[in-house]
């Protein structure tokens, strides 16, 4: 009698059950319920999802218009930081290493030459220390709200390419002041070359940053080295002497395997016609960069499934 019963009963619950997911389908059928996104867990570390990053482009936007804006919100001169650290900079630059140091600059004038090179370092420095801490700075925004957590470091990359310009207009203004007081101004299709230059610093400098931001979750030493690592990175980096100056040395050659030494190197050339240049070795650059910027990806892939336990 029991075991009747009790079948009946299971007979009844699945013929509700029925009745219920059909209701379900129906009431979705006529539209009364639509969904816009389903949000998935990743099937492997090589889906990138990089659809929903153009998805979400404008919330890039946002984020790159917050970055540029509350890094002076509350200063007294606000973006004319970005004129006045790169001209004390250089001003530095020349006393000690042109007239201190007497070394050369490849026949550039040293103040156009020591500006170049910290216009496009300060791009590539500002990229990996900015997105390198990630992860542990929007922890607060990554709990609360579902994005593809790529846009955050590709907004601070994105956002660094105006403070990259604002030097760059500041470097120009100066070499026309060297052409009005008689010195040669070079302006042709290697200026072309400029632009790719700066993708390539982009590419490199966030590969470098997502991959220590996915370590520093988890190893907190990291965050510490990372400015101290790139300050001797630049002495590494022809920022304050030419290649020239050094390939002659028994140590030469880490600065020629360098592969931010193309870059620098390529980016005087293409303003000044002057200095060491290779397109073979932009291609060693591009090399490293690709593999860099693909192992930074899997990385920031993996490591963004369960940060928040360990962030």
């Not at 219920?20 to 998935?40: H, L, P, R, Y």
């Not at 984020?63 to 900079?89: E, S």
């Not at 050339?269 to 650059?285: H, I, K, R, W």
Request: aromatic share 16%; proline share 5%.
């Amino acid at each position: 009698m029991g075991t009747g019963a009790t079948t009946v009963k299971e007979k009844e619950e699945k013929t509700a059950a029925k009745r219920s997911t059909k209701k379900i389908v129906d009431t979705q059928a006529a539209g009364q319920e639509e969904w816009t996104m389903v949000i998935e867990p990743k099937g492997n570390l090589f889906d990138l999802q990089l659809k929903d990053v153009w998805r979400y482009r404008d919330l890039l936007v946002l984020f790159v218009m917050r970055d540029f804006k509350a890094q002076y919100k509350q200063t007294i001169l606000g973006p004319l930081w970005h004129f006045i650290q790169p001209l004390f900079t250089t001003i530095i630059f020349f006393v000690v290493y042109s007239k201190i140091a007497n070394i050369p600059t490849d026949g550039i004038k040293p103040i156009l030459f020591y500006m170049s090179g910290i216009a496009i370092w300060n791009y590539f420095y500002s990229c990996v220390n900015s997105t390198s801490n990630t992860f542990s700075a929007n922890a607060g925004i990554f709990g609360k709200v579902y994005f593809p957590r790529l846009v955050l470091p590709l907004s601070v990359v994105s956002s660094n390419v105006i403070k990259f310009g604002i030097q760059f207009l500041l470097l120009l203004c100066v070499m026309l002041f060297y052409a009005s007081q008689g010195e040669p101004f070079h302006f042709g299709f290697s200026w072309l070359w400029i632009p790719v230059l700066v993708v390539m610093m982009a590419f490199l400098g966030l590969g470098l940053g997502i991959i220590i931001s996915s370590l520093t979750t988890k190893y907190r030493d990291f965050s510490v080295l990372i400015g101290f690592a790139l300050q001797l990175l630049m002495y590494a980096t022809p920022v304050i002497y030419p290649l020239s100056f050094l390939i002659d040395k028994s140590y030469g050659w880490l600065i020629s395997w360098n592969p931010l030494t193309p870059i620098v190197e390529a980016f005087r050339y293409a303003l000044f016609q002057q200095g060491t240049f290779s397109p073979s070795s932009l291609l060693y650059s591009l090399s490293v960069i690709l593999v860099v910027f693909f192992i930074g990806l899997i990385t920031f892939n993996r490591v963004e499934r369960s940060f928040m336990d360990t962030v």
